[in-house]
């Protein structure tokens, strides 16, 4: 399985632009690249993925580098609901393809 | 509104007993997963099912036991055989199995130890 390499932790102040960089240089041709968040005591929640153009939604924007073997999630405008632990995960298309999640990068948003 | 319930929220287990985690969701999915998260440690996968009547195991599988005989609803049995079953468990479902299709989590069950 593919793995995937973030920072363990990054600041941000409010209201500004957040970049959540992650590795991912053995990924596969056919692996997509899913973002999820995780609040304390809560279950996950889906932000992103996308295969090999960049993608948009009212959450975030993901940025993937033109040999794939990196990725970025944008936050346009940090809010304080935005900290929580983000999840950089690589999943391939077949009915036998697994989240693996690591340990993620924590991300901590100051008033 | 449609999403995935967890119960309970917490939950005690003696030693040598099983204890059964409830997970239901009303999104109309096929596949159903339950994960495990120690503190501080991302996800691991424990069983998923993509259909009714059939699951496989995943990851960390020993002392552990499902059942998926109706769609919408996927139990996990946290069995006597689990030695060490303090965690935060968390059920989740996608539409059907696939690296493209993303995974609704519910808000999960914490075990501990009595």
């Known amino acids: 399985d593919a793995k995937t390499t973030q920072p363990n932790s990054m600041e941000s102040n409010e209201e500004e632009p957040v970049h959540l960089p992650c590795n991912h240089s053995?990924?596969?041709?056919?692996?997509?690249i899913h973002w999820y968040r995780q609040l304390p005591s809560q279950g996950p929640e889906y932000v992103i993925h996308g295969l090999t153009s960049n993608v948009n939604n009212r959450m975030a924007s993901l940025a993937i580098a033109e040999d794939r073997k990196s990725s970025t999630l944008i936050l346009h405008r940090a809010t304080l609901r935005d900290a929580a632990v983000y999840y950089c995960?690589?999943?391939?298309?077949?009915?036998?393809?697994?989240?693996?999640f690591g340990t993620g990068t924590r991300l901590q948003v100051f008033p | 509104d449609g999403g995935i319930t967890q119960s309970p929220k917490y939950l005690f287990r003696k030693e040598g007993q099983n204890v059964t985690l409830s997970c239901e969701q009303n999104l109309n999915h096929d596949a159903m997963y339950w994960y495990r998260q120690d503190p501080g440690q991302g996800l691991r996968l424990i069983y998923y099912?993509?259909?009714?009547?059939?699951?496989q195991k995943g990851d960390i599988a020993e002392g552990y036991s499902v059942s998926r005989e109706k769609k919408e609803s996927f139990p996990l049995t946290v069995t006597s055989a689990q030695k060490n079953p303090t965690a935060f468990y968390l059920c989740?479902?996608?539409?059907?199995?696939?690296?493209?299709?993303?995974?609704?989590f519910g808000d999960g069950t914490r075990l501990s130890i009595l």
């Open positions: 995960i690589l999943s391939g298309p077949y009915n036998t393809d697994k989240l693996i």
């Open positions: 053995t990924i596969s041709g056919t692996d997509y």
């Open positions: 099912s993509q259909i009714v009547n059939d699951f």
């Open positions: 989740a479902s996608s539409p059907y199995r696939g690296g493209n299709q993303p995974q609704h």
